[in-house]
């Protein structure tokens, strides 16, 4: 099966730890993402990379960090400086060619709450 | 800079009748478009895109969309609403003219279809 996984399903933090969200693709794309979703808010882009070795800060960067070692896997941390960590957070992939007509793969999500 | 706009936090319709999910953008050239659904705890599904061409574009699930680049729309419709298609609704734009933009979303739109 081709596509995008993410995990865990659900992750609770405790104030002042660091966590990290795993998200590995398939898909062969060159471009993942990161985007932060909270209720009743669209999707927030924390960060992307084109490339391995090689990444971007989105719109929401702060108190979070980012690694792509590998084209198939792109975590992401969730640092004790980011303030309030409560949220869905969703993984993407897609091509990254032009003419930059094509469509994002979204993984499932992971919950992540602060207790 | 790129916008989307979705007026309606909600649309409420009756099993069989017909849907609108409205959507305006805002980009300095030409536009990308593109509509996901996420259902409860999940990530976002593709649904349809607008690349060239036919204005009126066909996507899954029986959805179609109709790009006005006068006025800068590019509403969801289908002609007969099932309850299964109760989600949530997002809208996304990149401008054909600067590849290194991100796709931008809406806020989304909660549809509830009734029985």
């Known amino acids: 099966d081709g596509g995008i996984t993410q995990s865990p399903k659900y992750l609770f933090r405790k104030e002042g730890q660091n966590v990290t969200l795993s998200c590995e693709q398939n898909?062969?794309?060159?471009?993942m993402y990161w985007y932060r979703q909270d209720p009743g808010q669209g999707l927030r882009l924390i960060y992307y990379?084109?490339?391995?070795?090689?990444?971007q800060k989105g719109d929401i960067a702060e108190g979070y960090s980012v690694s792509r070692e590998k084209k198939e896997s792109f975590p992401l941390t969730v640092t004790s400086a980011q303030k309030n960590p409560t949220a869905f957070y969703l993984c993407?992939?897609?091509?990254?060619?032009?003419?930059?007509?094509?469509?994002?793969?979204f993984g499932q999500g992971t919950r992540l709450t602060v207790v | 800079a790129q916008s989307v706009a979705q007026p309606e936090d909600q649309v409420n319709v009756a099993e069989g009748n017909p849907l609108t999910v409205k959507c305006t953008y805002s980009?300095?050239?030409?536009?990308?478009l593109f509509w996901y659904v996420q259902y409860p705890n999940r990530g976002l599904q593709f649904l349809l895109k607008?690349?060239?061409?036919?204005?009126l574009v066909k996507g899954s699930y029986g959805f179609e969309a109709e790009f006005n680049k006068s006025q800068t729309s590019f509403h969801l419709k289908k002609p007969s609403a099932l309850v299964s298609d109760s989600a949530l609704y997002f809208c996304a734009v990149r401008d054909r003219g600067n590849a290194g933009n991100m796709l931008t979303f809406g806020g989304g739109t909660r549809l509830m279809v009734k029985p």
């Open positions: 980009v300095s050239g030409n536009p990308y």
């Open positions: 607008y690349i060239t061409g036919d204005n």
């Open positions: 990379s084109q490339i391995v070795n090689d990444f």
């Open positions: 898909l062969n794309h060159d471009a």
């Open positions: 993407a992939s897609s091509i990254w060619a032009e003419p930059m007509n094509t469509e994002a793969f």
